[in-house]
């Protein structure tokens, strides 16, 4: 049997992509040729700030993310008809915007594309957010999680409230 052979870069990644209410996907986007555009503090905080606003969350709930020298993480809920690539553009777009604004310079932020990874009902969405936000600890950037600046959780809300 003769099977296709997947075309490679970006387009790929979008072949057989599909978006569900209420699923949960792990989403990577990573900064264009991989420049660590993040590892400048200022930068780092102006995409942080853009990123994290629920406000501009809308069909959509940014349940935890970290924000990487040359890439981004996230876990992200779906609650509508929206299109999970809808919803990863107004945020890879939000952050170039702010971080275009803030060094008065034009040009990419993001690769195109992004990957997700869909999750199933039997994968556990706190292990998959302790992935996330255990990266920079995993890239040798911090010694505890808790000292990397540029990452949240939803749980971490629930237990400031509670």
Not at 59 to 86: F, K, N, T, Y
Not at 95 to 124: I, S, T, Y
Request: proline content about 6%; some cysteine.
């Amino acid at each position: 049997m003769n099977l296709p052979i997947p075309e490679p870069g970006y387009k790929a990644l979008r072949r057989g992509r599909w978006s569900e209410p209420q699923r949960i996907y792990l989403v990577t986007a990573v900064c264009i040729r991989h420049r660590r555009i993040f590892a400048s503090e200022h930068c780092a905080q102006i995409a942080a700030q853009a990123i994290a606003d629920p406000e501009k969350w809308l069909g959509a709930r940014l349940l935890c993310w970290v924000l990487m020298p040359d890439h981004w993480h996230g876990l992200i809920e779906l609650h509508s008809d929206i299109r999970l690539q809808s919803v990863v553009a107004s945020l890879k777009g939000r952050a170039a915007r702010a971080v275009n604004r803030a060094l008065h310079r034009k040009g990419l932020v993001w690769m195109p594309g992004f990957h997700d990874h869909a999750l199933r009902e039997d994968e556990d969405v706190l292990q998959a957010a302790r992935y996330i936000v255990a990266n920079p600890k995993r890239a040798g950037l911090v010694q505890r999680v808790s000292d990397y600046p540029h990452w949240d959780a939803v749980w971490l809300e629930q237990k400031r409230r509670g």
